[in-house]
């Protein structure tokens, strides 16, 4: 059902070459991510659930209340993945890019290719602050996790570097090195975009 929706309204708008694969390429990947699953599950409860008969589509308004749930949850392990031992764990370290990859795509779908299908603007910059965060601090555990930071970094000596690199700061007191290089460059493109679609 989401992919039809999504594919008539991307055949309907006139963008060609490299935007129209783009666009395509966002559609595609949203399968890749967790709230089309979590669309689909909150879109059955709700039916099942409801004695009222719905139309094609179930209330949005509740929709965002079973994504909302998922969004906090990923935040709150962010945090415990940065404030304990696991940052250092490869799985952490898988799901910290797997979160950024997933808002980096969900920001780059909203400006180019839900449309009319997009959240609202007050919605999209509550999320906007909280995407913010939550990049930060996913950068900050994969910056911890790799001791790739001289000199060492603490959880929040890690949120502090991670901050000051979103911001283009650099203020010099921490050097990056090896992978750690590479995860700022990544970090700087992530939060360039940010900017670019947001303002």
Same mark, same amino acid.
């Given at each position: 059902?989401?992919?039809?929706?999504?594919?008539?309204?991307?055949?309907?708008?006139?963008? @060609?070459?490299?935007?129209?694969?783009?666009?395509?390429?966002?559609?595609?990947?949203?399968?890749?991510?967790?709230?089309?699953?979590?669309?689909?599950i909150a879109d059955f409860i709700i039916r099942k659930c409801s004695s009222?008969?719905?139309?094609?589509?179930?209330?949005?308004?509740?929709?965002?209340?079973?994504?909302?749930?998922?969004?906090?949850?990923?935040?709150?392990?962010?945090?415990?993945?940065?404030?304990?031992?696991?940052s250092s764990?490869?799985?952490?370290?898988?799901?910290?890019?797997?979160?950024?990859?997933?808002?980096?795509?969900?920001?780059?779908?909203r400006a180019l290719a839900w449309g009319k299908r997009s959240i609202?603007?007050?919605?999209?910059?509550? @999320?906007?602050?909280?995407?913010?965060v939550e990049v930060s601090t996913a950068f900050a555990v994969l910056y911890l996790g790799n001791d790739c930071i001289t000199p060492h970094l603490r959880p929040s000596t890690a949120l502090y570097f991670s901050l000051v690199t979103s911001t283009t700061v650099g203020f010099g007191d921490f050097t990056p090195s090896g992978i750690g290089v590479r995860l700022v460059i990544w970090q700087l493109l992530v939060f360039f975009m940010f900017v670019v679609l947001v303002a």
């Open positions: 059902q989401w992919w039809h929706a999504l594919r008539s309204d991307y055949m309907t708008e006139r963008s @060609f070459g490299l935007l129209r694969l783009l666009k395509l390429f966002l559609v595609a990947t949203t399968a890749l991510f967790p709230v089309v699953l979590i669309d689909t009222r008969p719905h139309k094609v589509y179930v209330d949005a308004r509740l929709v965002a209340v079973y994504r909302d749930v998922y969004f906090l949850s990923r935040a709150l392990f962010l945090v415990k993945a940065l404030f304990s031992a696991l764990e490869p799985w952490v370290q898988f799901d910290c890019g797997y979160f950024i990859f997933e808002i980096t795509q969900s920001w780059l779908g609202n603007p007050q919605r999209a910059l509550l @999320f906007a602050v909280v995407n913010y």
